[in-house]
T-cell receptor, first 112, second 113 residues
Framework: KAGVTQTPRYLIKTRGQQVTLSCSPI?????VSWYQQTPGQGLQFLFEYFSETQRNKGNFPGRFSGRQFSNSRSEMNVSTLELGDSALYLC???????????FGPGTRLLVL | DQQVKQNSPSLSVQEGRISILNCDYT??????FLWYKKYPAEGPTFLISISSIKDKNEDGRFTVFLNKSAKHLSLHIVPSQPGDSAVYFC????????????FGKGTLLTVNP
């Protein structure tokens, strides 16, 4: 069974731009979560989608948004990029919300 | 306020010896705990988990211990192998309608040949 895939793997943007990251979960998984990993803060939860509905949201500004499609694929959008948004963005999927999450390889975003 | 803490940023052990990684938590509502391993340029890989109704769970070389009264869990790797060198994250979640994972900042384990 294929794992979680994320595209693109690497991205360079400049301040003020916006970016959209994509995540395809493991087949049959209906929940997709997004995390931001930075050296100082570790892994921080952004939000979780289940059956196209946002279930949980972390403490991030409204510039960070997401959505999930009917095929469970998810996108995350960051508008008005700031230097501090440079991070590894990880997507994780699980079949049901109470089950173990499985992570993708991440998208490395660099904001210049 | 950091609810899941891994106080050792790094740990170095000799091949064949035991590696013990520690994790403390503050939220008494956490009822499920997980350990993930992460290599550079890859996403975290699930390793082992434990429910709060247990105090020990074993899977091959990996054992997780949970001490609820102390709000402490540990991951034991015996014997340690060079391929175990990675960053290990402790994570916790609250059941019910939430199931959101809260991660520690990770511990870099280096296993020396």
């Amino acid at each position: 069974k294929a794992g979680v895939t994320q595209t693109p793997r690497y991205l360079i943007k400049t301040r003020g731009q916006q970016v959209t990251l994509s995540c395809s979960p493991i087949s049959g998984h209906r929940s997709v979560s997004w995390y931001q990993q930075t050296p100082g803060q570790g892994l921080q939860f952004l939000f979780e989608y289940f059956s196209e509905t946002q279930r949980n949201k972390g403490n991030f500004p409204g510039r960070f948004s997401g959505r999930q499609f009917s095929n469970s694929r998810s996108e995350m959008n960051v508008s008005t990029l700031e230097l501090g948004d440079s991070a590894l963005y990880l997507c994780a999927s699980r079949r049901e919300v109470q089950e173990t999450q499985y992570f993708g390889p991440g998208t490395r975003l660099l904001v210049l | 306020d950091q609810q899941v803490k891994q106080n050792s940023p790094s740990l170095s052990v000799q091949e064949g010896r035991i590696s013990i990684l520690n994790c403390d938590y503050t939220n008494s509502m956490f009822d499920y705990f997980l350990w993930y391993k992460k290599y550079p340029a890859e996403g975290p890989t699930f390793l082992i988990s434990i429910s709060s109704i247990k105090d020990k769970n074993e899977d091959g070389r990996f054992t997780v211990f949970l001490n609820k009264s102390a709000k402490h869990l540990s991951l034991h790797i015996v014997p340690s192998q060079p391929g175990d060198s990675a960053v290990y994250f402790c994570a916790a979640q609250v059941g019910g309608s939430n199931y959101k994972l809260t991660f520690g900042k990770g511990t870099l384990l280096t296993v020396n040949p």
